[in-house]
């Protein structure tokens, strides 16, 4: 079974309430390398070209994002990996 943030990234529906620290811990889970600059976290896996360049706002993730790794997530299928 998905979990409830990768079940809630995929529906798109809240993308204004997703905590950073989930979607965090959801791309490393699915095997995304993290780099930190500042307050920029800069995600990067092999097979994937996009990188994931996000800030939180306070402690949610930017909506905008949110919807940024929706669409790596569906376009790559890495949705498999988080279950």
Do not use: C, W
């Amino acid at each position: 079974m998905a979990e409830p943030v990768l079940l809630r990234v995929l529906q798109g529906s809240s993308d204004g309430n997703i905590r950073f620290s989930e979607l965090r811990a959801l791309l490393l889970r699915l095997g995304f390398a993290e780099r930190i600059k500042g307050s920029h976290h800069i995600f990067t896996r092999d097979n994937v070209a996009e990188i994931l360049n996000l800030q939180p706002l306070g402690s949610l993730a930017k909506p905008y994002q949110v919807k940024q790794v929706r669409r790596v997530l569906v376009q790559y299928k890495l949705t498999k990996g988080a279950e």
